[in-house]
């Protein structure tokens, strides 16, 4: 066996900042045992730290194992037990036996291909669902970090835009596209009057298991962005977000006069015929039509200038008999 001070070169020789599925589950003795043995073909003598830098080149630098290990949640077990089968018949062979370095390349390679032709079938994560939310049922292994990775996506998913008219019924549900864990709680928050992500303007208004807000008739109060966020345990899992716009009832009266109003006029503020009648002419009227207008305005004029001063003429004239009283008054 090495000692102690061979053990930790053999070590910090095995974990390497390039890791693989080896150094995930094999262990640091096994790999001793493994390499006690190796003798350097050049110069004839025992060298354990050659066949650590032979299982980094062999397993550590191999994308194609690296991808054989990205299983599905739950399948490292089957990984383990996958490579514990190409390695531990290895160990027992070579524990305290010399053997050729050539030897050892030749079946850690054997080894190495078996690994990835078992592994290549066990099942593959299900997949990560875009484009937010903590998704730990997509999660994939990773050889390199020993551990199973997130899918990665931010926690707040994009703002959906909802527009009602004033006084209708709102429904809101807190749906996302991936698999939620059994146990959840759902806190429903409200940002008013403003389209937002920032989680200090939100006050709380719901908490429970519900993932459907219901607003039964909405009004101007109510517009403003709602944040729908679901909790497994202590653990966020994500955040939905509405942005819901509410249209007061006038204004909706309004628009509609408004466009009826502009489909009922053509260009040049020609209205349009009724149903079923004859097309508006868009030419002037004729000369001879406005002849004939302009002459009965003129004749019209004349004739109530002559009424006007006909009706004078008998104030003048009146009591003509008083004359000649006069005469004689004057003559007298």
Known sequence: MCTSALWLVCVSLLFSPSLSCYQCFVDVEDSLRLCWGYILPEHNVRNVDACFKMLDSIFNNNESIIDAGRVGEGYDVQLKEILDAQILPL???????????????????????????????????SGCVPPCGFQSAGAVYNCITCQYDSCEFPLDCPVREIEVMEYSRVQMWCEVPFHLPAHIEVIWRFAGEVKTQQVDQFKEVTAGVDRLYSIPSSSLQHQGTYQCEIYSGQTSVVRVYYYLTVTPQVVVGHTELQEIFDLSVLPGGQLLPAPGGPPHSPLLPSTLLLDACLTALLLLLFLSLGALYFSSVPERTSHPEQQPDRDEDLGS
């Not at 070579?94 to 079938?121: C, H, M, P, W």
């Open 91 to 125: 160990v027992e062979e070579f524990d305290n036996q010399l053997n050729n370095g050539t030897v050892y390349e030749e079946r850690l390679q054997t080894a190495a291909d078996n690994f990835i032709a078992a592994a290549s079938k066990l099942p593959r994560v």
